[in-house]
């Protein structure tokens, strides 16, 4: 099944996504989050610092992994994912930082630590909760689109629409790596439960085209409609086709 959750714009998109987020902590405290970075889910870790700051939130049983690293960039460059977690999320709760899990993207052996992050991810018995963006060529993670879903983590060559759409965070696209280290499809079709979120008119045609289109993997996201308990939240610029146009928060239930 899925929820989809259709929001008037991004600050109530974040805060609908939050309380999807604090709803699973305070179920369970010691819950392990699946996390994201990019810039869809900024809005949702200010809240939950927010949150945090008025204690209505307590991170200090939660362990989370995230879902890729550009290879070659060490934790203190700041375009680095270990940067963005720890400015945007880590460094304003109280999460222990020895459980924030993400790829090394310095290793000198990506396959021993593709292999040891699987390890990891099940030693921690799975993910409660995973956090998605969508890249507009329908990636999760960094799994690209390709012939097959890739089940494990692995390294991947980025893809040059995927270069092209980060190179706004880097000073010239040729700064942007060309490879990352990202959790397969299979870690996150086992999340317990999933949080896709998508804002703004460029996800609107691959986010319709993953929900409602044909299962492949030239549209990674599309596997999730495969999903047991999918909450899609989005704002309308993202979802013009769901729900109706004066709803300010949209709930709608779709049986697959
Ligand atoms: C980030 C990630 C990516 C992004 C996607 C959307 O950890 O795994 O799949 O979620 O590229 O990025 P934004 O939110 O910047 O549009």
């Keep these: 099944m899925i929820r989809i959750i259709r929001t008037r714009d991004y600050k109530e998109l974040s805060s609908a996504a939050a309380d999807v987020i604090a709803s699973q902590i305070i179920a369970k405290p010691d819950s392990v989050l699946g996390l994201a970075t990019g810039t869809s889910p900024i809005g949702i870790y200010d809240e939950l610092a927010e949150r945090y700051d008025k204690g209505e939130l307590d991170f200090g049983w939660v362990k989370s992994v995230n879902l890729d690293e ?60 995973q956090l998605l963006g969508i890249g507009r060529n329908g990636h999760i993670g960094f799994n690209e689109p390709s ?88 704002d309308k610029e993202a979802l013009p086709d769901v729900g109706s146009d004066d709803t300010y928060l949209r709930f709608t239930e779709k049986t697959a």
């Excluded at 999320?89 to 930082?97: A, E, P, S, Y």
């Excluded at 924030?100 to 909760?129: C, F, N, V, W």
């Excluded at 499809?185 to 289109?213: C, H, N, Q, V, Y």
């Design 147 to 234: 012939d097959h879903f890739e089940k494990c983590t692995h390294e991947v060559r980025l893809t040059e629409s995927t270069i092209e759409a980060n190179s706004r965070l880097f000073k010239s696209l040729s700064d942007v790596p060309t490879h990352a280290i990202t959790m397969g499809i299979g870690a996150i079709m086992m999340a317990r439960r999933i949080l896709l979120i998508a804002s703004g008119p460029d996800k609107a045609g691959i986010l319709k085209e993953a929900l409602f289109g044909n299962i492949t993997p030239k549209v990674p996201a599309s596997i999730l409609q495969l999903h047991p308990d999918l909450i899609v939240v989005g």
């Design 70 to 129: 550009y290879m070659g960039l060490s934790a203190d460059n700041e375009n680095s994912y270990r940067h963005f977690m720890n400015t945007h999320l880590f460094d304003r709760i109280n999460i222990d930082k020895v459980n924030t899990h993400i790829p090394d993207g310095m290793t000198k052996d990506p396959a021993k630590e593709a292999a040891s992050y699987d390890r990891m991810i099940q030693s921690l018995g799975g993910i409660d909760l």
